[in-house]
């Protein structure tokens, strides 16, 4: 099956995770990615994340690249500046997080490009959005994204010693990166059916404030600074909790009709007696019956083991899951299925894993490939620019080219 996006061309001139995870993105979809990097490279190659990296493969890299074809340009040198608009005459898709100043100077911004490419669809992702006090200032996932879009002192219980930190690299900026990808594969669609570019701008709140609209909405409407989140918090729905089992897991529960499902999970657990009790006999009643219905669902959970709750509640129709470490996710029945985690070549010898796009067409996953190597095709890129032998050797010997 042909990719949705085989065919169109994206020029990238970003760094770091969020940019470059969306032009992963576009990768995977089909699109001729090329990246621009600078001769020293893009900084994430190399680096080191918290004791995390213990591959010879950089994973950060390779996750947030694949697919695309590198070149290095230094954009601070005149010569450098015309390549890169050499590449942009056949491009669809310019793609960059440089900040405003420096896109300015190189005269790579918005107005810029456009004004000479008037059908390109000119991308940015921005920290905190392209108007304001704060756009001209970079933004980063841990400190804009998680922190100041509220969603760390959402999460964090009243009393912590320190705020909850991100579960991982680059949660945010892939968050982002998908928005972004989105939003350019719209600015394409007004494209074919217009002839008309745009600009487009995703920013790392903005993301996150979309994750946290509800919440946002309410506090707004209602005054609330901060939402409280005590140690304990206060069961509701028995059917809507997380429960631990004999062999100290946790299976989570999400049963929203909880009347719809309570006697069929309570006879498929064995116990109809709960089914038949008049205190929990609705929703309302167990409500009000909150703590004894708690008691007999933890004690009941704590009696089994992850593997016999499995069995258990596969025989009945509510809504529930196993709380899964990261680790056990590759091995997922669900996940195998859809191929969404796949075994790439490095190229030498070496296979790495990645993770899928979760878009599929036609039922299938888009195929990922490996990143590339710094300006490992530099080369055949200028070639196909027109640049011979003689004026290629001229770019490297200035250092316009690495």
Not at 37 to 57: A, F, N, T, W, Y
Not at 110 to 136: H, K, L, M
Request: charged fraction near 25%; hydrophobic fraction near 40%; aromatic fraction near 8%.
């Amino acid at each position: 099956m042909s990719r949705p996006l085989e065919g169109f061309k994206v020029v990238e001139v970003a760094m770091w995770a969020m940019v470059p995870s969306c032009g992963g993105v576009l990768s995977d979809l089909g699109a001729d990615v090329i990246k621009v990097e600078p001769p020293s490279g893009d900084p994430l190659r190399g680096l080191q994340i918290g004791g995390m990296d213990k591959s010879k493969v950089d994973l950060s890299w390779e996750s947030y690249n694949r697919g695309k074809r590198s070149i290095t340009l230094d954009l601070k040198m005149e010569e450098g500046r015309e390549v890169l608009m050499k590449l942009c005459e056949g491009a669809d898709v310019f793609l960059t997080n440089l900040l405003p100043p420096a896109r300015k100077k190189m005269e790579i911004d918005a107005d810029s490009i456009c004004a000479r490419f008037p059908n390109i669809v000119y991308a940015s992702g921005s920290g905190t959005g392209p108007s304001g006090p704060e756009a001209a200032k970079g933004g980063y996932d841990s400190i804009t994204y998680w922190a100041r879009g509220g969603i760390s002192s959402t999460m964090t219980f009243d009393g912590a010693e320190r705020p909850v930190a991100t579960p991982g690299p680059a949660f945010g900026d892939t968050m982002s990166g998908a928005m972004l990808a989105g939003a350019i594969c719209a600015a394409l669609a007004k494209r074919e059916r217009t002839g008309e570019g745009s600009v487009v701008d995703v920013s790392l709140l903005g993301t996150a404030m979309w994750s946290m609209q509800r919440l946002i909405a309410q506090s707004t409407m209602d005054g609330i600074v901060k939402f409280p989140k005590p140690q304990k918090q206060p069961a509701f729905n028995p059917l809507v909790e997380t429960y631990r089992t004999k062999d100290d897991r946790f299976v989570a529960l999400c049963m929203l009709q909880a009347d719809k499902y309570w006697d069929g999970f309570c006879k498929a657990a064995g116990r109809p007696d709960l089914a038949a009790n008049p205190d929990f006999a609705d929703s309302a009643l167990r409500r009000e019956n909150i703590d004894a219905c708690m008691a007999e669902l933890t004690a009941l959970f704590a009696s089994h083991t992850l593997a016999e709750w499995r069995e258990i509640l596969g025989r009945q129709d509510g809504q529930w899951d196993v709380v899964q470490h990261v680790g056990e996710i590759h091995k997922d029945p669900q996940v195998v299925a859809n191929d969404m985690v796949q075994t790439v070549d490095y190229g030498d010898g070496t296979t790495i894993p990645l993770v899928a796009l979760p878009w599929m067409f036609g039922g299938e996953t888009m195929k990922a490939k490996r990143s590339p190597d710094l300006g490992a095709d530099s080369d055949s890129i200028l070639e196909s620019l027109g640049y011979d032998e003689d004026g290629i050797i001229d770019l490297k010997v200035k250092g316009v080219v690495f």
